[in-house]
Each structure stands twice: as structure tokens, then as C-alpha cells.
């Protein structure tokens, strides 16, 4: 059977090349129709357009996996794409076509060194989950245990460098998108790492694993630098969950969880999962919630962590030394004396205001319009007289993509706990 995942840079180029063709000639359709068109019209043929966009998007990213699905993911989850094509994307989240069963065998047989069948007593070859680095296949110990065995894409590790230049090719990049993609970049070396992905799921299972919150066990006999193995967890991802029109009550609940092991993570651990994807919380059928996917976790230094609240002192104040001061000493300015009064009451108060307003309430919910103010305020931070300081841009695209799927669950965050460890 034909290995069906580009590897070669030349392949990889050719599919990106193939389909920007594609898409600049349903653009050039929807602008000819432009002078035609009631306005009420072109709307309809754009979003039409758009649709037919993300599908060719969809296809493309789905076939090229790794880099390309986890930029993709990033942007939908920032809901910076139109909403058309980031509802068509938002598949890459779990719906990654899936690479033949041939390469599956190849990839067992080289990790093991023997045939899959004497690793498992049983071990499907038609995965039940695919996406970004890998896909997931139930398989049967011996012990007659049901797990998950998570099995990276072969070669995937040489792609990388290369699908970076060719996203930036392929999508007119809006400053704040540049960010994202640097930092996804950042991370993949190291979610590539199994190994090291089965360490953060055992410190995972340590820290979080309890009555409310599930964590995967690990079975570390049947993990390799490129394979995982988990106890498998029965359930839905939190999209397809939400799908089945819960309660609000278990909304709340699974919501407010989320949140409590973010908060939990930053200040108790200093250590976060720092991937919000909605394929990575798993909702049992007793509507608790499960944590699956720790290949992405970011670790904080204790200085960054003082800071981190420090500057939320400083948000709900309006004396402009303190507030500079803070900026400074948390490095997002270089000089007191760069920013001027109409930068301070034009920009900084204004963010000041917007940053604190969630943390000021003891129950907050997320809207559509407070997102979508933090994403003009973040491309304000990427320009001087401000100074980019990653850990911040990292833990702030990391909170907006977990308040994003708290404004799309309709929910109310319990927002005390944060508070406290924040001192309000």
C-alpha cells in the first residue's frame, strides 16, 4: 500500500503549492462577482466561498499532520480565521485522516522490534482518534486491561522546520498570528518525545487524578520514544459532548473544573498543560471530566510567577508610576520614559481595564466580545515601545484559548480561587 504522508519537503511543498492555487482561484470567482452582487448577496456568496475554502484547508492540513494541524489548531481555537472556515477547520481537533494500516505495523514492528501481536493480546489497526503527531488505536493487554496506544506519525519529527515556512507561505499572517506559530514551533520538539510526554502524564495522574478529575494511567512497559500507552477513557470530547445538549449544572461543573486545574497548575505547580485543546477534555459518561494529552506542558520559573501577580495589582490602579514601574520590572517595557501620556491612557489603561475585568467579579462569564478585544490588544503588545516577554504571550494564549471554550459552553466561572492565590 502507498505510504500516503508526505515526508520530502519537494511532496510537502507541491500539496501547500497545490492548494493555494486552488484557493486564490475561488477568491478570484468570489471578487469577480463583486460588482454584481447586493451586499446582502455578496455576504452569502462569501461565507459559500469561505466554506469552500476551509474545505480545501481541511484536506490539505489533514493530509500534510503534525505542524500544519497544530497551527491550524491554534488559530481556530484564537478564532482568528473567519468563522466559516474555522468551523470547517475546527475538525483538526480529532478528525485527521488516518495514515494506512501498512505504516501503522511498520511503526510497531520498528518501535518493539517484534510483531504488535506479541506486545498485545488484541490491538485494533483502525484507530478510534486521529490528530495532529499521532493516532490512537484500543488495544488488550495480556492482563486482559483495555488502553489507548498512541502512535506517532513516522517521520514526522523531519517535517517540522520545513511546514513552518510553508504555513507562513500558504495564510496572509495578521501580527498576532506570528506568536502562535512561533510558539507551536517551540513546542513540537519536545511533543514529539513520548517519553517525555509519558513523564508529564504520570506527573499529571500525581498532581490531578481524584473523585472529580480523571487522569490516564500509564503503562510505561508498552511506551517507546514514539508510542504512548494509556488506560483508555470511555467518553466524549468536549465538543461532541456539548453536542448532546448537557445540563447546564454538568456545564458548570466540568467548566469550573478546567479552570480550578489551570489555577491550580500556575501557582501550586508552576507547571501547566499548556495545550486547551476541546479534543484534550475527555466528558465520562457520568459527566466528569478526564484529561487526556499531556505531549504540550510549559514549566514557569518562580520569579515569572511573582510577577505574573504583580502585574495583576497593578491592573485595577491608575497611578501611572506604579503601574510602569510593574511593567518594567516584569520586562513588557525597556524605558519608564518610552511611554508617553497618550500611550498610557490610549493603550494601557484601556488594557488594564479589559485584563481585570474577569477577576473582579466572583462569578464571570465570557463573552464573544471580551475575546475578541484581547486579541486587538495583543497585536498592540507585539509593537514598540513594548517589549515581547515569551512566558507571558505563551500563558496569555494559553488562558484566551480556555476562556474561549468557556464563552462557547455558555458557563459562569467561579473566579474566587484565582483571586486568592492573587491576593484580591
Known sequence: MKDNLPISSFKRTKSIVKSAIKITGKKAVQFSK??????????????KINNEIGVILFDNISLLKGTAVKITQALVLHNILPTTIQKELSKSYNQIKAINQVLVTKVLKNEFKKEYLAIFKEFSLIPFASASLGQVHLATTFNDETIAVKIQYPSIDITIRNDIQLIKRLLILKKSILPIIEEVEEKLYEEIDYKKEMQNTLWA????????????????????KHILATSFIE???????????????????????????????????????ADPNPANYIITNQNKLALIDFGCVKSFEKKFIKNYINIFKVYGCTNKNEILHVYKEIGCIENIEDINDDIFKTKILPFNKWAIEPFLQDKYTFTKEYLEEGVKYADMFLDKPFTVVKDFVFLDRVSHGLFSLFEQMNVSIDMRKFRKYIGF
Not at 448532546?244 to 449544572?249: E, G, H, M
Open 235 to 273: 467518553g466524549l470530547d468536549l465538543y461532541s459532548w456539548l453536542r448532546t445538549n448537557p445540563k447546564q449544572k454538568y456545564k458548570e461543573i466540568i467548566a469550573n473544573n478546567m479552570f480550578d486545574i489551570f489555577t491550580k497548575s500556575i501557582f501550586k505547580y508552576k507547571k501547566i498543560q
Open 34 to 47: 463583486r460588482a454584481f452582487l447586493s451586499k446582502k448577496d455578496y455576504v452569502k456568496e462569501e461565507e
Open 205 to 224: 495522574y500525581k498532581s490531578f487524578n481524584s473523585k472529580e478529575i480523571i487522569v490516564p494511567k500509564v503503562y510505561e512497559k508498552h511506551c517507546t
